[in-house]
């Protein structure tokens, strides 16, 4: 791994972004478990215009390229073709690609094989904890409470169609 790339080494910020119970559950079938508009919103608000990482099986889930920001899809399978997105097969070359770009926050946004892939290299987490305590089998990968400081932005109450929620920023320790 280049140093230049290294957490809050150089000047490109690597900002992992997720949703997870309180189990850390991300998904189930390859679909997100829970409805949040809100959450979205703030997802979208806080990515656009910005390159955005994430693995083949999250792609396929989303089914499409968000507007108005650059997706970078990883995958091994040369075979794999979608439009209007960028596939790289290493998650270093795709990264390196955003920063020659001009990046300056470079958004992972999932799912679980690239967070625990990213975590090591990452400054920031933004996190939404969810009160889900269903099932899943994705997973979001162990924070070390010792190398990230969390600071709790806002609280969401329950509605009729949406669980209540708590937005989250993880910083990595210094
Ligand atoms: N709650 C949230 O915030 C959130 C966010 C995102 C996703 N999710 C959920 O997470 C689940 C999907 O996560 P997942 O772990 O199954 O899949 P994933 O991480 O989205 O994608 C895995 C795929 O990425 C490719 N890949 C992984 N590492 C790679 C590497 N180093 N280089 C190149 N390609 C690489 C492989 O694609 P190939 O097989 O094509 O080689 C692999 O099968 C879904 O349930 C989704 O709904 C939740």
Known sequence: MSSAYQSCGGDLIISL???VGKSYQLGGENQM???IPEDFKLF??????H?????????ESIGRPLPGRTSIILSRDPSFKAQ????????????????ERGETELFIIGGAQ???????????????????????????PEINNNEWSEVEE???EATEKSPAWTLSLLSRRK
């Open 114 to 140: 690239i967070y625990s892939q990213a975590l090591p290299l990452a400054d920031k987490i933004y996190l939404s904890r969810v009160d889900y305590d269903g099932k899943a089998d994705a997973y979001f």
């Open 33 to 35: 478990l829970w409805h």
């Open 17 to 19: 972004i997720a949703a």
């Open 44 to 49: 979208k608000s806080r990515t656009m215009s």
């Open 154 to 156: 806002a609280k969401y």
């Open 51 to 59: 390159h955005m990482i994430m693995g083949r099986k999250t792609f």
């Open 84 to 99: 209007g997105v960028f596939i790289f097969d290493d998650l270093q070359v795709a990264i390196d690609y955003a920063k």
